[in-house]
Structures are given as C-alpha cells and as structure tokens.
C-alpha cells in the first residue's frame, strides 16, 4: 500500500461543474483499480490524498500530474503503508468552493467531515500531515 498527497491550482476555465463530471469518471476509474482517498476543493486549490498499489498509485499520479485543467503541483508527502485511511472511499470529495464561512466554521465542517469518514481512527504521520495541510490551507485563504 502506497500513499501520496500533492496539492495543485486549478486553471481559470476547469469550472465546478467540469470538477463534479471529472469526480464521477475518477470514482469509477479508482473503484476499478481499488484506489481510494481524499480530495478537497478550496478556493480553486485541491488538495488529493491517493492510496493504492504502488506501481498504480505512480501511474495515476503522473496522469494527475499532466492534467492541464489544474497546474502548480507539488507533491507534499508519500509513504508505505499497511493501512488505508479512506478504506471506503473511492475519492471522497470535500468541496469549499461556495461556502462562505469563517475559518473556525470551516475547520469545524471538515472536521466532521474526517469524523464521518472515520480517517481520525487511523492516525499516523501521513494522517497528520494531510490533516495539517488542510487546516493551513482553509485558514490560508481566510487571512
Ligand atoms: C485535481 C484532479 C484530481 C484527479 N483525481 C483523479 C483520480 O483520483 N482518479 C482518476 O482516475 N482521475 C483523476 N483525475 C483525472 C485525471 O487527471 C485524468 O483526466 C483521468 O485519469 C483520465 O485520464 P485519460 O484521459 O488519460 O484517460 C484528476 C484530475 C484532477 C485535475
């Protein structure tokens, strides 16, 4: 089991509606291939965590990776793992896009959000780290 968690920009023309279209074919193509994980949507950033089998999770993420519809990607965190965090997700999807809320709100929202998906139960510092990236990426907009 391989995880990776990278954060991009999406371009000016990939609107939400394209967004939630690309989400679908992605949950059939991870269901397939049993890939599982995270995305959030923020301010036109997203925020991807992908679990897999390794040689799968690398062919996804280079696919990912020349997607022109987003750009400025960075790759944040990978590691080796026994475990999934989304174990039930095929791409579980957090969208901030139209919600105007304080920063608290927010943090408060995805945090129930991690709660029901139960991603809280398998702490590790891969965990901490995406749950970190997403805390600093809500308030970052915020200030
Ligand atoms: C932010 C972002 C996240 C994506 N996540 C996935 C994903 O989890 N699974 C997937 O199959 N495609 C995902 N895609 C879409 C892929 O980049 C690509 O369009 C898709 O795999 C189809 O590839 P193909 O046109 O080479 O068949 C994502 C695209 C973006 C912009």
Redesign the pocket.
């Known amino acids: 089991m391989f995880s990776l968690i990278y954060r991009?920009v999406a371009k000016e023309g990939f609107l939400e509606t394209d967004i939630y279209k690309?989400l679908s074919?992605?949950r059939d193509?991870?269901a397939e291939h049993h890939?599982t994980?995270c995305?959030l949507y923020h301010d036109r950033k997203?925020l991807?965590l992908?679990e897999g089998e390794k040689s799968l999770i690398i062919r996804?993420f280079n696919?990912?990776e020349s997607?022109n519809?987003?750009h400025k990607i960075a790759v944040l965190k990978t590691e080796d793992r026994l475990e999934r965090i989304f174990d039930r997700w095929s791409?579980a999807f957090y969208d901030y896009g139209n919600l105007q809320l304080s920063a608290q709100h927010k943090l408060r929202q995805i945090d129930q959000f991690f709660e029901a998906s139960r991603a809280f139960e398998k702490s590790s510092k891969l965990t901490g780290n995406y749950f970190g990236e997403v805390r600093e990426m809500l308030l970052d907009s915020a200030l």
Request: charged letters at 15%; zero cysteines.
């Open positions: 991009s690309m074919d992605a193509f991870n890939i994980g995305l997203f991807q992908l996804l696919t990912i997607d519809r987003h791409m």
